[in-house]
T-cell receptor
Framework: DADVTQTPRNRITKTGKRIMLECSQT?????MYWYRQDPGLGLRLIYY???????NKGEISDGYSVSRQAQAKFSLSLESAIPNQTALYFC?????????FGPGTRLTVL | LAKTTQPISMDSYEGQEVNITCSHN???????ITWYQQFPSQGPRFIIQ???TKVTNEVASLFIPADRKSSTLSLPRVSLSDTAVYYC????????????FGTGTRLQVFP
């Protein structure tokens, strides 16, 4: 397993606030991913990174930015949070056959 | 990327075998078929992956017919803890960068 951790696990914030979600992995993988999941739906890819200097937009990158500070860390930022960004956010890293997902961050924007 | 179609939900009872079929008519030559399991408020968990014929591991089997336009995830003797959403994904083998999740199949196992 990629041993992916996420902080915080839960966050409540207000519209317009800047929020950062953190993700770390311990296996030295080059690639890392951020997804969001809305109730009753599958995950959608926000951003992914091939290495520290290689960031790529996913399906729904508008309103989000990312930072790959080190190989082990991949942060997702909401510069000005809005209520429709309320969702579950998952970070992932590669594993054989697919991706290993972190425990998730439940974000609520009031 | 091939689109997949799965039943929205299925019900079963403990001890029964459950088969979830996924349709992927536009699968490409290089595409593999991967299944994930997701419990509420947890990240998806890889179950099994295959390219053709049959693949079996300690938790499931994956059956893929010769034309590869569909696949069936088979869960033997389900228990209550198998209640979850199951996702079928199709993507280029070795390329895990663009996983496309549909809405999945919600499996409910009853006592």
């Amino acid at each position: 397993d990629a041993d992916v951790t996420q902080t915080p696990r839960n966050r409540i914030t207000k519209t317009g606030k800047r929020i950062m979600l953190e993700c770390s992995q311990t296996k030295g993988h080059d690639r890392m991913y951020w997804y969001r999941q809305d109730p009753g739906l599958g995950l959608r890819l926000i951003y992914y990174s091939f290495d520290v200097k290689d960031i790529n937009k996913g399906e729904i990158s508008d309103g989000y930015s990312v930072s790959r500070q080190a190989q082990a860390k991949f942060s997702l930022s909401l510069e000005s949070a809005i209520p429709n960004q309320t969702a579950l956010y998952f970070c992932a890293a590669p594993q054989e056959g697919g991706q290993f997902f972190g425990p998730g961050t439940r974000l609520t924007v009031l | 990327l091939a689109k997949t179609t799965q039943p929205i939900s299925m019900d079963s009872y403990e001890g029964q075998e459950v088969n979830i079929t996924c349709s992927h008519n536009n699968i490409a030559t290089n595409d593999y078929i991967t299944w994930y399991q997701q419990f509420p408020s947890q990240g998806p968990r890889f179950i099994i992956q295959g390219y053709k014929t049959k693949v079996t591991n300690e938790v499931a089997s994956l059956f893929i017919p010769a034309d590869r336009k569909s696949s069936t995830l088979s869960l033997p003797r389900v228990s209550l803890s198998d209640t979850a959403v199951y996702y079928c994904l199709v993507g280029e083998g070795g390329n895990t960068d663009k996983l496309i999740f549909g809405t999945g199949t919600r499996l409910q196992v009853f006592p």
